[in-house]
């Protein structure tokens, strides 16, 4: 059997996810390139983090990495020497919401092991592809000073970073563009004031970062609607809930029906959670099916009110705000950031005309993904829509256009045989393509279709 190239844009969990599946289910000989412009293979962006206090908001039994074998995460916290210094012998691993870090290392030993092997070569490129050139056999792959030809283009980019605020910022403010790279924390005085724009997981994490350094000084969280992640339940005992209803596909019929079995659900002491978890796996069917109208009334109005109920976070980490809320340091406020300039933040509030100043040190922009993919300074990104490879999703250019399968689909309306999306930049087509469950299970597809 030929030799299937295969190239592969982004080596966070997305990438990693796609190789180990590929290495789990291949018998014909691959050769892959894998190519990450920040150097780090395997944890990505969302767990580089070394703090052992950013916890994964999912419970350790739904993080394999491996769509056939749901125990595979779990089974290597069992074996891995590190690991058990941060599980609690009391309760089942499976339960457990572990350090991020440690599911960094799981990724970083998967794609280790399978680099070392024959039956699967793997060349690891730290090198930011460019470009890509289609033509009717091959796709090649362009960097600064090379070209790569393959089979196969396999675009696992991630999310895209955060939106920039709707005003100008003067660069002598102090002002944290990105999260997601805690260390520049350090340079924040204990006794600083600091405004966090947003309320939701990326503020958590920077709420958390700030606390373990000792913080001392004001936290504010501002956002539209000051809603804070729902907590997980202690018990786990939130997958009773068997979804056999057919589904409305109008959002309002939609939104009532997932409230009243919700209320059915609390009035029997059952847990609403195991509603949410049943209702995941029906997701991208359900999106494809709303209308345009109905999506961008989603977008308005309710994306705030499904993230807090499906984006929870663990309850060790709400007893944390809950005790920074009751000391008055941590302040959950509803409004709109209009302007930020000599330490002054000039906000107004949910309900109110006024505009309210507030010495603010430290400004962070916690509003976490932007929504409009058409806003990344890409350059691989902005190559594929001046080519006229993709297109955008709507509403709001959410990601590419893409096929069920995640193939990307051309100006023509024509889906590629060759050249595919995974996780966030099919969220268009799909919706919930954020998380390790949907990203396993879109690999998963994908590698059997692309290994017929």
Known sequence: MALLKIGIVGAGFTGTSFIALVHYLAK??????????????????????I???????????DMSILEPE?????????????????????EEIGNQFVPRFLYGNYLKEILEKIRFENRIKIHFIPTEVNGIISNAKHLKLVTTD???????????IGNSLPATPSFPLSPKENYIANPWHSDIFKEINPHDSVMLLGSGLSMIDSVLTLYHQQHKGKIFSLSRHGLLPLPH??????????LTKKLPTNLLKLTKFLRAESKILMAKEDDWRSLINAFRPFIPQVWSQLTLVDKNKFLRHGLAYWNIHRHRVPVSVMDILIQLRRSQQLEILKGRLLEFNDEIAFIRQRGSNA?????????????????NMNNAS??????????????????QNLSFKVSPLGALVNAKGIASSSLYAVGPSCKGAMWESTAVPEIRKQNFNLVMQILV
Do not use: M
């Open 28 to 49: 014909r000989p691959i050769e892959i390139f894998l190519f990450e412009k920040t150097g780090a293979f395997g944890p990505g962006i969302a767990y580089s983090t």
């Open 51 to 61: 703090s052992p206090f950013h916890l994964l908001n999912v419970r350790a039994s």
């Open 70 to 90: 749901s125990e595979h995460f779990v089974d290597w916290l069992k074996q891995d020497e590190i690991a058990k210094n941060y599980l609690d012998a009391n």
């Open 146 to 156: 090379k070209e790569i030809t393959v089979d196969k283009v396999i675009l696992a």
């Open 233 to 242: 339940n202690n018990n786990n005992k939130n997958n009773s809930y068997c």
């Open 355 to 371: 505009v309210t100043p507030l010495q603010v040190k430290w400004l962070i922009n916690c509003t976490g993904p932007s929504l």
């Open 378 to 395: 890409d350059l691989l990104i902005q190559s594929l829509v001046k080519q006229e490879l993709t297109i955008w999703d709507q509403p």
